[in-house]
């Protein structure tokens, strides 16, 4: 079967290759969320003949999440961005052309569950925006929603040069929050363990939901859910189980994941690591149960950074040499963070003083935050750039590393 979907995908490719440069004309229907790129708004469109597009709008566009419009666009293939093949990644993503030249009319609006629930987003992260000042807005924004493009260009460079980018992007971190909080409250309300994960599973999926189904986010939950119930409900073997399968079934139904997709790659070998290499450091090197804190977010960072730091190497020609510290800074005030940012949308529908009060609570944390990472982007040797790297390295690397994960975990749980 994976076979044929591939020969499938092959055979889209070839096809729209073939048909680029045609003029579409027709009706057209927003499908996902509209995204601000600097100076203009993504805006990703699907025909009725299930042709879709991309086009860049004005800044401040009409166009939302359902609307319906006259299109006129003439198809084109992206051109190709330091060797990356962008046209290929878009066809993974769901796109088949891009638009330089369009003309559209706005004819009516599709109302839909996604939409709705879109349009509740714009609402809440409006609120934020109104309560919480900038830059401050744009992080809230991003910790409860995913994202980096409300942060500024100058911002977003430093949180990638700390190697805190993945606080505001939708991957499993965000997943891993929400289940502890709804775990910790539900268990806390009297719900036994094993019930609470399913209280979870529904606030993931709710989520997924509200951010429009990101093929990101999408991802993440399946893995995250998964792994929840195999580790709640059996062993560890069942959930290395549950983490290759989940990826081997996503790879099988879109095979340009795994060439294309570097948040796939970095949300499975970050998930294999952390499974991995935390119970071996932690019961190792850590004899005494410890409330979580600093040491689990030290040792949690490592095990994930183990694993992914060839990956962001190989694709980002860069490396952090003060993520490790970052993240012990910032990351054990996240949740608490993203508890009173989301307690200030809801106080807001009710009480506003009450908002302005969480707002207030939030707004420190969050500027705490982005001292820690503005301060460390500062640092002069504070990231790496690595360049040319070989495909043989890139190989024995993970080679070596599974055998020595391997044969420490062999050592310790079986003498």
Not at 121 to 129: N, Q, T
Not at 216 to 242: K, P
Request: proline residues 2%.
């Amino acid at each position: 079967m994976g076979a044929i979907i591939e020969n499938n995908v092959l055979e889209k490719i070839h096809y729209i290759e073939n048909n680029a440069g045609a003029t579409e004309i027709g009706i057209a229907t927003v499908i996902r969320d509209t995204v601000q790129k600097g100076w203009n708004t993504r805006v990703i469109l699907k025909y009725e003949n299930s042709t879709t597009v991309i086009i860049k709008d004005k800044k401040y566009t009409e166009l939302v999440y359902g609307s319906v419009v006259n299109l006129k666009c003439k198809t084109s293939l992206p051109d190709m961005y330091n060797d990356f093949d962008y046209h290929k990644y878009l066809v993974m993503s769901g796109v088949d052309y891009i638009c330089d030249d369009f003309t559209y009319e706005i004819i009516g609006y599709k109302p839909t569950v996604l939409s709705r629930l879109a349009q509740l987003r714009l609402h809440m992260e409006s609120v934020i925006d109104n309560i919480i000042s900038a830059p401050e807005a744009g992080l809230a924004n991003g910790l409860l929603f995913g994202g980096n493009d409300r942060l500024s260009e100058n911002l977003q460079d430093k949180f990638a040069k700390t190697g805190m980018t993945h606080i505001v992007a939708v991957s499993g971190y965000n997943v891993s929050i929400i289940v502890i909080v709804v775990m910790g409250f539900t268990i806390f309300m009297g719900v036994h363990r094993k019930y609470a994960v399913w209280f979870a599973i529904v606030g993931v999926i709710f989520f997924v939901a509200i951010i429009g189904f990101p093929s990101s986010g999408v991802r993440a939950a399946i893995m995250g859910v998964l792994v929840l119930v195999a580790a709640i409900y059996g062993r560890v073997s069942h959930v290395y189980g549950a983490i290759f399968f989940t990826a081997a079934i996503m790879i099988m139904f879109n095979p340009l994941l795994l060439r294309y997709d570097v948040g796939f790659q970095l949300s499975f070998l970050a998930t294999l690591g952390i499974i991995s290499v935390y119970p071996l450091i932690e019961g190792t090197f850590v004899r005494k149960k410890t409330v979580f804190g600093i040491v689990d977010v030290l040792l949690l960072t490592a095990s994930a950074q183990l694993f992914v730091i060839p990956i962001i190497a190989y694709h980002f020609h860069t490396v952090s040499l003060v993520s490790l510290l970052a993240n012990v800074l910032v990351l054990p005030i996240i949740p608490l963070t993203m508890l009173f940012v989301f307690l200030t949308v809801i106080a807001s529908f009710v009480f506003y003083p009450v908002a302005l009060f969480f707002g207030w609570m939030a707004y420190f944390l969050l500027e705490y935050e982005i001292w820690v990472v503005s301060s460390l982007a500062k640092v002069s040797w504070g990231s790496m750039t690595v360049d040319n790297i070989s495909t043989w390295w890139f190989v024995m690397y993970y080679i070596i590393v599974g055998a020595v994960v391997y044969l420490l975990n062999k050592y310790l749980y079986e003498v």
